[in-house]
Structures are given as C-alpha cells and as structure tokens.
C-alpha cells in the first residue's frame, strides 16, 4: 500500500550536515506518521525522530536534539531530515517509516519501512 524510497546519504567529515529525503507513494501520505531510525554495525536499530499529519511538535532521541530536523511536506509526499553537526557515532543506515496512526519512538509500531540510505561520518 505505501512504498518508501530514501535518498540524499553518503560521506560527510565531522561538523558537516547532509539532508536526507523519504519519498512516499500513496494519496493517504498526509495521514500517516512519519519516523526515522538508523542502525549501525553490529548494534540495534534505534529511534531519531517523528512527525505527525497534524503539526504538533516533532520529537527526538536525546543524541540528535539540537542537530537534527524532522520535517514534512504532504504536497510532495516527502519526509526529510535535516542533519548538522554531525558526528561519527552518527555514522549508520537510516530508515524512513511510516505509521498509519500516530507517532512512535519503537520501531514495531511501524507498518511500512524503506530500505535505507547509508550515511558515514568520518573524524
């Protein structure tokens, strides 16, 4: 029902910023929430941040607070996340997902996932 397509990882030296993108099909884009979570190496997959359709304040994990910025636009069907700062321990696959109602910091409450986009930093 819903497709998710990320782009916009690559290489980036420490401090740098990179903006990463969610493409989503479906007319019922603006109803769904919207997540990112990466996961490195060897490490469990771990929540970054969340939108609503409905404008409420987007959340984040503690380690991107102040960094990193969750952003929508319906019109497009596009989710974006805005990095800065960035650091190595960044470094990771990040995965957009979509949820049909709400938002969650867990990624089972996510019912679509894209096949993620590889972000590196290095120091």
């Known amino acids: 029902q819903v497709q998710l397509v990320e782009s916009g990882g690559g290489l980036v030296q420490a401090g740098g910023s990179l903006r990463l993108s969610c493409a989503a099909s479906?007319?019922?884009?603006?109803?769904?929430?919207m997540g990112w979570f990466r996961q490195a190496p060897g490490k469990e997959r771990e929540f970054v941040a969340a939108i609503s359709w409905s404008g409420d304040p987007p959340y984040y994990a503690d380690s991107v607070k102040g960094r990193f910025t969750i952003s929508r636009d319906n019109a497009k069907n596009t989710v974006y996340l805005q990095m800065n700062a960035l650091k190595p321990e960044d470094t990771a696959v990040y995965f957009c997902?979509?949820?049909?109602?709400?938002?969650?910091?867990?990624?089972?409450?996510?019912?679509?996932w894209g096949q993620g986009t590889q972000v590196t930093v290095s120091s």
């Open positions: 479906g007319r019922t884009f603006s109803s769904y929430g």
């Open positions: 997902a979509a949820r049909k109602w709400g938002i969650s910091a867990y990624a089972d409450d996510y019912d679509y």
